[in-house]
């Protein structure tokens, strides 16, 4: 009797994601990959690979998906602050006793010339602006909310999509995704008169030039700690997941 081929589900939304689709593909022809997006955004990548798009509907959901699709190992390369998705996933997996793989891109941590302010929660960023801040608000659609009773402050919002939440009469919003270079944060830093910088601690290459420029122009930066995620097997990178991955559908066939 041959062993049924494995079926990897990979979450995705992060850049790594992106290439891991790629990789996956090329690295286990023998396996069926599909992808799965939250579709926040509407510009979503063509991965190339079997894509669905949407909330599974909860753990439930995704219990009764992954056994509809036979799927046999779970790659959670989702943003670091997709808790939830990663909460619902660590569930499923354990349930069904299925393995899960999470990529776990380690923190951003602070240079020498950096001035960070270390916070646990977007309500308490949002707290450590001073009055009559200039702030840098790369934060996300749904958790601007938290910022936006601080009408005493200018917020300067960057985001892919528009919030749903009204902002200041006073802030700006720009909708976008970072840009790679530094020099273009110091700019817009400098055109803005941004006197300091809030974002998550997402780590990565990706969204880093506006730690890069808040530390060109010594800027303060409201740092907002990762949150907790469910215990899980993690890999740093996406070649050492790989090289997990590997062992894993050896193990299993
Ligand atoms: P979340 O709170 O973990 O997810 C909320 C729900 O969205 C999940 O419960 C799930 O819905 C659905 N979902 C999330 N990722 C999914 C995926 N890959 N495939 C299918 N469904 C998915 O995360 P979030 O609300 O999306 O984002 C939280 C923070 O992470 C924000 O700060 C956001 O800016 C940042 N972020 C998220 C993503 C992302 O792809 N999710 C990408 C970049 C940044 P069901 O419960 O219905 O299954």
């Given amino acids: ?27 286990f022809p023998e396996s069926r990959l ?36 036979g799927i046999t190992v779970i790659v959670d390369a989702t943003h670091p602050f997709a808790a939830q998705m990663s909460r619902n996933a660590a569930e499923a997996a354990k349930m069904l006793k299925v393995p899960l793989v999470r990529l776990e891109r380690p923190c951003w941590h602070p240079g020498e010339a950096d001035a960070w302010t270390n916070v646990l929660s977007m309500d308490d960023a949002a707290e450590a602006l001073p009055d009559g801040a200039r702030a840098f608000l790369a934060i996300g659609r749904k958790e601007i909310e938290r910022f936006t009773h601080r009408n005493d402050i200018f917020g300067l919002v960057r985001m892919i999509e528009p919030p749903k939440t009204r902002l200041p009469s006073a802030w700006e919003l720009i909708l976008s995704r970072p840009p790679a270079s530094a020099d273009d944060e ?34 303060p930066v409201i740092m907002i700690a990762r949150p907790e995620l469910p215990e899980a097997e993690t890999a740093p990178t996406n070649s050492a997941l790989v090289d997990r991955l590997r062992q894993i559908l050896a193990r299993g066939s």
């Fill in 1 to 27: 009797m041959t062993a049924k081929a494995d079926h990897i589900l990979l979450l995705a939304g992060t850049s790594e994601a992106r290439q891991l689709a790629g990789t996956l593909a090329e690295t």
């Fill in 186 to 219: 110091v700019s817009l830093f400098l055109e803005k008169n941004i006197t300091h910088v809030v974002t998550k601690n997402s780590g990565g290459s990706r969204s880093y030039a506006k730690i890069e420029a808040a530390r060109v122009l010594k800027l």
């Fill in 34 to 69: 599909s992808a799965s997006f939250a579709g926040a955004v509407r510009d979503l990548p063509d991965l190339g690979v079997p894509t669905r798009v949407g909330g599974f509907g909860g753990t439930k959901g995704l219990l009764a998906f992954m056994r509809h699709e």
